[in-house]
């Protein structure tokens, strides 16, 4: 059986710690599909097509990692694709207190399919997307906390 | 004097966690009040009338346990019907710092009134009302996550 | 049926904070048994006897209250005595991450025995009794730490 | 070279717990800029002019304890005020987790700026501007919780 | 590249919380290697012969899982039998933070070893080594806590 | 009044972690003094003179920074060096809740003593004496982990 994961996330927009987690965890799976949730209800930053674009372009040379929009519950997408797998990287504690509840109530709801977490580095552990559009809310400088294929023009200010 | 717990919260919807914690807790007491307060600022998923009749189905059969509706602040709440007692449950550690905040602020708004608190336990941990929403509104079956007496017609969709 | 609780623990020696969860606790039972645990691999600070005499002396005006000691598991001791609650207090997230799993373990073993939490008062809640042997074993003064009735020899030091 | 901090916040209102950690923070610093954030996206529940009045009231007669506004990045303001130090207290873990997250990405974007915590006092702990505000929503008595300088008329309500 | 993973522990005893980890990441690796680290300061309860005894009996019916046991470094030890990946099972929020520090020092360490998490379930959360060897010293029994395999003669008690 | 501070711990042995905090520290305070605790009832790993001297190299060309070692109660060796704070590094939210604890009981005990934290830098934050003994013990190379000026000579493995 084919080993598939997804990367569920709002991407919004895609940062150094995501990219890490997703590249560590390659050599354990034949096909990572980075998940871009929509949601009707949750207003974004970034639209939609460039946060696609962004991580397609971080991941241009990386065969096994594809890109996907879905809306519905997470484990319904998993089905879909077949993936047998969501993959998780945990920042803090309460990411952690989170994720395993988010993670058993996917279990209660579709038996079969399994949550797997690698830690982000430490280095970009206090990095989430909500502080990065913080930063960039008020005109500070994001290079440092999102990977260089994240090119924001000036319009989307 | 009568021992009087009060169970405050949106319950929209109540979940097989929250009956487990009132059924536990039933022999404590000589009254538990299921209190479903109001709050206009809040947007619920599920119409008042029908949190209300689920709640009261489920206990149908505990003369112990009745439903009623407030706003307004909790310990006032406590005050006016003559309960001495807040009854919680606990899931998470998160859960833990957020209700002893509540339980402090509650103490140094009124003396008297004592917040007592159960576990969840391990099954239902996972979930909380906000969970069973998100997976409602994406189609899932919540049928697994709430007592049997949460009937949801499609037009609640 | 009799409502009866106990409140385990080492008690080496009562503090403040212990005072404080089992006075606030008498209204809900009609039994609370304060439960020295004695545990021969153990080194305690305080001979037994003085444990034992110090907690008496604390409730000597609390009919409801009385002190036994037990060896074994703590759920064991419950059926002896007929107490179907155990009553802890909460003072920290860690406190609750500890007693949830022990509360968990004690009903895996035996049903029927519901374990019960009140909080801490806020300006207990730093108090342990390791806390209290640590300044003691450092000559310090500990009486702002546990009840009156908490008596130390020199001999002890 | 002088030694600057500033203390942020949105301050809807400053509670007892704020002026406790500022005023035990005096003997450390020159100065300390209590820094009303303003984000236009949010809607705060008094108007700035009161916020500002009552910590001007709180530290009328602190000499190094001055009030300003700003909007932007909280690094890009210490840069103007020349505050080589952000002071910050902590009431719980979860407090800690979400403050060190802010700290760390602070210091990525600018270097020569530390965070310095200190604790809120245990009796101060539970509050927060945000449990103050739920207090009063309901038609609760604050008085408690805010230092006497916070004076509210009616017509906030 | 081969897929090997250890599982490291002192399994003093193995528990069903174990059990549940390794049987779900099986399909994830070549070979998983439960490592039973040997630490001479430390005291077991159970003899190292029988710790070993009951992992092969567990998994006796698993070709990909094998047992072995290690001194020194759990890093140097991966070197040694060419495990790329350290599998570890999470718990509580404590767990998470404990596995954090200790996978962050193995990074620092030696590079290209990545620690993988999978959550227990949440029926078996409560459940440690510690926590069953407390029970079995008190007389408990410990049967609904480990699995079958874990058969205890009386002259280990 | 002259700013004086501890910064007390064990230091078997002291860490990159101690150090970036101590002299980060360094600007706030007129003096510093790492004051080395000694408990008779603990072992260490490392002789006393040993971990003196290394924090003494450490900081040879920091005049305000000095090294001390006491017995007894933290705030009574405050006051015989008339240090007014004890400075204090976070890690990890479990630091947190247990330096809280340990910082509120010193206020009960002395008042006029004020806790200061400051953050360690995420990449030192997995760094812990204990973990570096850990390391050391096991044989493994514990340069990245501490200041270059520990020096370990084979006879002390």
């Known amino acids: 059986m084919k080993k598939i994961a997804i990367f569920p996330g709002s991407?919004?927009?895609?940062?150094?710690?995501?990219?890490?987690?997703?590249?560590?965890?390659?050599?354990?799976?034949?096909?990572?599909?980075?998940?871009?949730?929509?949601?009707?209800?949750?207003?974004?930053?970034?639209?939609?097509?460039?946060?696609?674009?962004?991580?397609?372009?971080?991941?241009?040379?990386?065969?096994?990692?594809t890109v996907q929009t879905y809306s519905g519950l997470t484990v319904d997408f998993c089905k879909k694709v077949n993936a047998n797998y969501i993959l998780r990287g945990l920042r803090t504690a309460a990411d952690f207190e989170f994720e395993?509840?988010?993670?058993?109530?996917?279990?209660?709801?579709?038996?079969?399919?399994?949550?797997?977490?690698?830690?982000?580095?430490?280095?970009?552990?206090?990095?989430?997307?909500?502080?990065v559009r913080e930063v960039f809310r008020y005109g500070g400088d994001i290079s440092s906390l999102v990977p260089p294929q994240v090119k924001i023009n000036s319009e989307n200010k």
Chains 1, 2, 3, 4, 5, 6 share one sequence.
């Open 11 to 65: 991407f919004d927009p895609i940062t150094k710690g995501h990219v890490s987690v997703i590249k560590r965890a390659i050599p354990l799976f034949d096909e990572i599909i980075v998940s871009i949730g929509i949601n009707s209800a949750k207003n974004y930053m970034f639209p939609l097509e460039k946060r696609r674009d962004w991580i397609e372009n971080v991941f241009a040379n990386e065969p096994k990692v």
């Open 100 to 131: 395993k509840e988010i993670a058993h109530v996917n279990k209660m709801l579709t038996d079969g399919i399994e949550t797997m977490f690698l830690l982000t580095e430490p280095e970009f552990a206090p990095i989430s997307s909500s502080i």
